[in-house]
C-alpha cells in the first residue's frame, strides 16, 4: 500500500504529457480571454487590449464548434 502514492504521481505526470494537458491549457487560455475581457469592460482608462481579446475570443468559438 505504501507506494500507491508514486504510482499516482506518475499516472498524473502521463496524463498530463498526452491530450488531456493540452485541453485544460486550452480551458485555462479561454479563462485568461474572459478574464481579460472583464477587466477591460471595467477598466476606466482605454487600453488598445479590448480588441485582441475579442479576436482571440472568436477563433476558441470557432475551434469548440
Known sequence: ??????????????????GAHKEKQDRQDRRTVTTRLLLAATSTEPSPAPALSQRQ?????????
Do not use: F, P, T, V
Open 1 to 18: 500500500m505504501g507506494g500507491d502514492g508514486r504510482n499516482c504521481k506518475k499516472m498524473d505526470g502521463a496524463i498530463e504529457r498526452s
Open 57 to 65: 475570443q472568436q477563433q476558441q468559438q470557432q475551434r469548440l464548434q
